[in-house]
């Protein structure tokens, strides 16, 4: 993994399972991932698709419009697609988390490299059927000049094994857009997948933050999304 807010969000995946496979996404305190909320998403993987739950304001405008309802592999081309439903599938499976690094490109070419994490969760089950998510670009934003992302191609991606259990969770990104890369942490171990190869979004401080993840941030109370 190359940005820092991959390394914390996986840190911050392990530490809230108790020593489970995979949390629950009531274990979520969107406080804690307050500075990412602009990049963050939830995925819904039943009805055999992965359906865009919540989206960060940041990554709606990335793609040019909300994203909740919207299917997550709509804008990857068909052999990314194909090998993203089977790489996702397996994650879940396997309950490890899954990094993606993608090229991101604009209907005039304007291309951006993209790492996205994909978190395994449950939803009040045992088998976990979701996915928290972080995406960021790892390049220079300039060169889209505004313009929304409509095509993704897959260049890369590995599930991501602990070499040892996380003691703490890892401080969170300083800089407030979330965009810069961040050296490979030395606690994570990335291994290669054998597969050979929206209502409204988050909000971050600035616009009121409403809810995420169903949970009620003033009263602190889990609402079922």
Known sequence: MKHRNSHFAVGYWSRIRNGRDTPDQADIDPKALKRLLPFVFLLDGRGGSFTYRLAGTTLCERYGGELRGRDFLQPWDPDSRKHLNELMRRALKMRLPLCLTSIGATDDCRVVEIETVLLPITFGSDRPERFLGVAQVLSDVSPLGGKPINFERLVGSKLV???????????PPSSPDGWRAHPKAPHLRLV??????????????????????????AEGVLERV
């Open 192 to 217: 290669p997948s054998h597969s050979g190869k929206e209502s409204d979004p988050v909000k971050m401080d600035g616009d009121p933050l409403g809810t995420f993840l169903g949970f009620s941030i």
């Open 161 to 171: 094994h602990e070499d040892e259990p996380f003691s703490h969770t890892p401080r």
